[in-house]
């Protein structure tokens, strides 16, 4: 079965430090990688997609992923945390050959002054 | 002008009754979904319909009834209100394809008592 595991709840990282926020997957065939962040009480909001490609991916609010095939990771990264950056990721695929988006189980990150 | 949006934001309610939640997007996607956010965040699919035609039923149970009158509408109708229905119900849109990232909708949180 496709899944998508976060391994971690909660990052914890101080501002003005590099975040990692990590992901690993299990899919058959090529695998097509999102990033997700959810705010408080809001919705999801795409950040970054890996579909085929560079393996070092740039999103949105300088956020970047890099999909490592020998390693079935897709972490996300960002070089300096900011405390607005704080919510919750999701790392999510595509399932099979259906428009199935299957979600990891979130990670939360803490971002401290 | 939102993307995906789905009214109502907030919905208590009692155990026994029907509620239904409703979704649409103005965005021309073909694809449209239904999420559940249980109270430890954690994302399931529940429905997808491409083109009004429903695709993927995630073996909800059949008090959940979804209704897509266009591309552009996917409404949820839930009969017969558990306790454990009570979650954040997301809906969402994209088009049809592997490749394409998911627009969602800032959820409607049913609170069953």
């Known amino acids: 079965a496709q899944s998508v595991a976060q391994p971690e709840d909660q990052v914890n990282v101080a501002e003005g430090n590099p975040l990692t926020v990590k992901c690993t997957y299990s899919?058959?065939?090529?695998?097509?990688l999102f990033w997700y962040v959810q705010y408080p009480n809001r919705g999801l909001q795409f950040l970054l997609k890996?579909?085929?490609?560079?393996?070092l991916v740039k999103g949105s609010y300088g956020f970047e992923a890099e999909f490592n095939k020998s390693q079935t990771s897709f972490h996300l990264k960002k070089p300096s945390a900011l405390v607005s950056d704080s919510a919750l990721y999701f790392c999510?695929?595509?399932?099979?050959?259906?428009?199935?988006?299957?979600f990891g189980a979130g990670t939360r990150l803490a971002v401290h002054p | 002008d939102t993307a995906v949006s789905q009214t109502p934001k907030y919905l208590v309610t009692q155990m026994g009754n029907d509620k239904s939640i409703k979704c649409e997007q103005n965005?021309?996607?073909?694809?449209m979904y239904w999420y559940k956010q249980d109270s430890k965040k954690f994302l399931k699919i529940m429905f997808s319909?491409?083109?009004?035609?429903?695709?993927i039923n995630e073996t909800v149970p059949n008090r959940f009834s979804p209704k897509s009158p266009d591309k552009a509408h996917l409404n949820l109708h839930i009969n017969s209100l558990e306790l454990g229905d009570s979650a954040v119900y997301f809906c969402?849109?994209?088009?049809?394809?592997?490749?394409?990232?998911?627009?969602f909708g800032q959820g409607t949180r049913l609170t069953v008592v």
């Open positions: 319909y491409n083109n009004k035609e429903l695709i």
């Open positions: 899919v058959s065939g090529n695998p097509y």
């Open positions: 965005l021309g996607h073909d694809t």
């Open positions: 999510a695929s595509f399932s099979g050959g259906y428009n199935k988006l299957i």
């Open positions: 969402a849109s994209s088009q049809r394809g592997q490749n394409t990232e998911a627009f």
């Open positions: 890996y579909i085929t490609g560079d393996n």
